[in-house]
């Protein structure tokens, strides 16, 4: 009998760029996404192979090895790293096809170590990255948005698009800050010799102008989504779109409504129907950062800022010569010359906690409260001002009598029943 | 439901009344209402079980019969000094005196007298139509009767019972909590 990993099914052929093949042994790794599952490649450990979904059609295959073959054929430049970093990989890039009974099956791509890697959806928590061995500070963060907005701005250079740009598909390097962008056979790619689009997308990231259309200006989604990420990772994960309206009629539940809608709350000029989230620091960003936030999110679509211009502001940020980035009386650090986000985070969140717990003790003591203000209902011993006014001063027919034997609440539903059987043995005599 | 599940049930009701009743001695007031409703309510009960269909000269009196039973009550227990039936009935919500009870007793006993003789004739001389008329006109008055109550006794009361399920509650779940945590 053949073990599971050595089955033919297990045996593929690479093809590398300039048509060089060589056989290998691919082994399952229990990883699997909507499109395929993912293999080791035995004698090749830097490698992976993405392997299609055997319920894949023929045509789409046909579709997928076209585009895998050119761009395995057309790996892009991507933004320097020191030489003592070259393992890290910024792309998972296809770089040899894999045919299985000389059939297109799937493609090879450089490993991502994910030990060293976390979602940059952690980041937007910034206990959750804590708690992946990663202590978030402003100072990181520009640099993991520099780096990147720098890989996407490498790609637009090449014509390629991401288009389902979003903190699931990317991957940040904990220690060096590097980025790694993953699902790369999705890429929108329109260049004069190959054409393939990105059906793919994700509402909570899509551009106003592409909520229910198709992406036709796949770049300028990519700034979108970019914007957004970068928004979301500056303010401790608050969408650029959540909010709070003023009408909850017209307020659209889901963060796509509000994009198409444009009901961005940050700006510089505050918006009409819908506040900001109490605990945003985005008033502690600087007003070049705001600016490009307010033209992503509350311009049209045509003056939203490029990638190459997010690369030029965050490179200032990223840099510790440029002395743009400084730290608070606190150690935290923040933009030079504006308030420390972090303590007014803080600040914010003391204050919610203040008020938290001041109604919990409220709702707490509620009850108590409540039974006191039944019980002298129900045995008539109010003692408000009110009342006791009425009961000195006689000028109503209305006055407290004495207060009667105290009644238990059984006491007074003993008595309810009686009274509820009389009022239906009278309805039964008065129909 | 069965006339015989609904009585069941009633009687069910009846004992839990009967062992939550109050410490207290009962009034005079409330005793006879308490004789002369059982007495009414057995009635009812025996007409529903055993006499299908009801007499009509019957169907025309029973208003009347409530109503002039009520008025009987209230005028006749006062003077014996059995208080006022009509602080029972109303509910004794609003702290009124004595003589201002007195007379809303006399007032609720001279509307049922009215009442009942109403019923009389409006059974006699008017259409079947109009009568009915009168009779749901009539149960207007309970109704404004129960909405009081609704408001003064049974919301209070309701509050209470929700108070002592939610600390019911929250005793229990703090207790699983530790159970399941421990």
Same mark, same amino acid.
């Given at each position: ?70 761009? @395995? ?31 297109? /099956? ?14 940059? *959806? ?21 640099? /993991? %948005? ?9 790609? !637009?250079?090449?014509?390629? $698009? ?7 598909? /990317? ?16 890429? !929108? ?22 909520? *229910? ?67 945003? @620091? ?45 730290? %608070? ?7 030079? *010359?504006?308030? %420390? ?10 204050? $919610? ?6 109604? /919990? ?20 011993? !109010? ?28 006491? $007074? ?19 | ?48 079980? #055993? =006499? ?61 007298? =009215? ?64 159970? #399941?945590?421990?």
């Amino acid at each position: 009998m053949i073990p599971a990993e050595r089955k033919p099914d297990h045996i593929a052929q690479l093809v590398w760029p300039g048509q060089r093949s060589e056989l290998v042994t691919l082994a399952a790794t229990g990883k699997s996404g909507g499109a395929g599952e993912i293999f080791s490649i035995e004698g090749r450990p830097e490698f992976v192979a993405k392997i299609y979904h055997a319920t894949t059609s023929q045509a789409v295959l046909a579709k997928y090895r076209h585009k895998i073959q050119w761009m @395995v054929e057309h790996k892009p430049a991507l933004p320097e790293i020191p030489a003592e970093y070259q393992d890290i990989v910024q792309l998972a890039w296809p770089e040899a096809l894999i045919l299985r009974r000389s059939r297109f /099956v799937g493609f090879a791509m450089r490993k991502i170590t994910f030990d060293r890697t976390l979602e940059l *959806d952690y980041l937007l928590n910034r206990r959750q990255a804590a708690q992946e061995g990663f202590d978030a500070d402003y100072g990181k963060l520009l640099t /993991v %948005c520099f780096n990147l907005a720098s890989v996407i701005n490498c790609l !637009h250079e090449r014509r390629i $698009a991401i288009v389902d740009l979003k903190p699931m598909n /990317v991957k940040v390097h904990k220690a060096e800050l590097y980025v790694s962008i993953l699902d790369c056979d999705g890429f !929108h790619i329109d260049t004069e010799e190959f054409r393939h689009d990105a059906p793919q997308v994700t509402p909570e990231y899509l551009a106003p102008e592409f909520q *229910d259309k198709a992406v036709t200006h796949p770049e300028a989604q990519d700034s979108f989504a970019l914007a957004t990420i970068i928004f979301r990772l500056l303010n401790y994960g608050i969408h650029p779109f959540t909010g709070v309206a003023s009408d909850h009629n017209t307020y659209p539940l889901e963060l796509a409504g509000r994009i198409k809608q444009g009901l961005y709350p940050y700006g510089k000029v505050a918006h009409e129907s819908v506040r900001k989230v109490p605990a945003s @620091v985005h008033e502690a960003f600087p007003d070049d950062l705001r600016q490009l936030f307010d033209r992503a999110f509350a311009a049209p679509g045509y003056s939203r800022p490029s990638v190459r211009e997010w690369v030029d502001v965050l490179s200032i940020y990223a840099s510790k010569r440029s002395g743009q980035i400084s730290p %608070c009386e606190k150690g935290h650090l923040r933009f030079s *010359d504006r308030p %420390c986000p972090t303590c007014l985070r803080e600040a914010l969140i003391k204050g $919610a906690e203040v008020r938290r717990r001041s109604f /919990v003790a409220r709702m707490q003591a509620a009850p108590a409260r409540t039974l006191k203000y039944v019980r002298r209902t129900l045995r008539q011993t !109010h003692s408000s001002p009110f009342q006791a006014a009425l009961a000195q001063a006689q000028l109503f027919t209305f006055r407290q009598l004495a207060p009667p034997a105290p009644i238990t609440t059984r006491n $007074a539903i003993a008595l309810e029943i009686l009274w509820i059987s009389g009022l239906l043995i009278g309805l039964w005599w008065a129909r | 439901m069965s006339p015989l599940t609904a009585s069941i049930l009633w009687a069910l009701l009846l004992l839990i009344a009967w062992r939550w009743r109050p410490p207290q001695a009962a009034t005079l007031s409330a005793w006879v209402l308490i004789i002369a409703f059982g007495a009414l309510g057995a009635c009812a009960l025996w007409f529903d079980y #055993f =006499v299908h269909p009801e007499p009509q000269a019957f169907t025309f009196w029973k208003p009347t019969v409530v109503y002039w039973t009520l008025t009987a009550i209230m005028s006749i227990v006062p003077p014996l000094g059995g208080g006022y039936p009509a602080k029972i009935i109303l509910g004794n919500y609003f702290a009124l005196s004595n003589r201002e009870w007195r007379w809303i007793n006399r007032g609720f006993a001279l509307l049922c007298a =009215v009442l009942g003789g109403v019923n009389l004739v409006a059974a006699s001389e008017a259409s079947y139509k109009d009568w009915e008329g009168f009779k749901f006109s009539c149960m207007v008055l309970l109704l404004t009767i129960v909405l009081f109550r609704l408001n003064f006794v049974w919301l209070p009361i309701l509050a209470e019972v929700s108070i002592h399920l939610y600390r019911r509650a929250t005793a229990a779940y703090r207790y699983l909590s530790r159970l #399941f945590s421990s």
